[in-house]
């Protein structure tokens, strides 16, 4: 398979799971609006209620930090950058892509990276 065809079928998944968090983001919302209006009861409903309204908050956090990088993935493949290093300017493996469509950086960056956050 040409690195073309190959961009081309990341760009297809990630554009699938752009819209599957798209849905779920609006789910989310729909259920924070939900949570918000229900504010009766004793204690223990109020803090049943506070602990789900969190959970939801949470999630929906994730799903908009997702959304965030695949839309910068999108970018950088309308670009002509996307599969190129953030930091040593290689190309990054097909694989990793593969299993990582929105990674920055290679491998061995990545290991650097990690391994310097943890010192």
């Given at each position: 398979m040409s690195q073309e065809k190959g961009?081309?079928?990341l760009k297809k998944k990630l554009i699938k799971r752009r819209e599957e968090l798209q849905k779920?983001?609006?789910?989310s919302k729909e259920k924070e609006r939900n949570i918000?209006?229900?504010?009766?009861?004793?204690?223990i409903d109020?803090?049943?209620i506070s602990e789900?309204?969190?959970m939801v908050f949470i999630m929906g956090s994730r799903e908009r930090e997702e959304l965030k990088t695949i839309e910068e993935a999108l970018r950088r493949i309308n670009n002509g950058t996307y599969g190129i290093?953030?930091?040593c300017e290689k190309k990054i493996s097909k694989k990793r892509l593969e299993i990582l469509p929105f990674t920055h950086?290679?491998?061995?960056?990545?290991?650097?990276?990690?391994?310097?956050l943890k010192k």
């Amino acid at each position: 398979m040409s690195q073309e065809k190959g961009i081309l079928n990341l760009k297809k998944k990630l554009i699938k799971r752009r819209e599957e968090l798209q849905k779920m983001i609006s789910s989310s919302k729909e259920k924070e609006r939900n949570i918000s209006e229900v504010d009766r009861g004793d204690d223990i409903d109020r803090a049943t209620i506070s602990e789900n309204r969190e959970m939801v908050f949470i999630m929906g956090s994730r799903e908009r930090e997702e959304l965030k990088t695949i839309e910068e993935a999108l970018r950088r493949i309308n670009n002509g950058t996307y599969g190129i290093c953030d930091e040593c300017e290689k190309k990054i493996s097909k694989k990793r892509l593969e299993i990582l469509p929105f990674t920055h950086y290679c491998r061995d960056c990545q290991s650097e990276i990690e391994s310097s956050l943890k010192k």
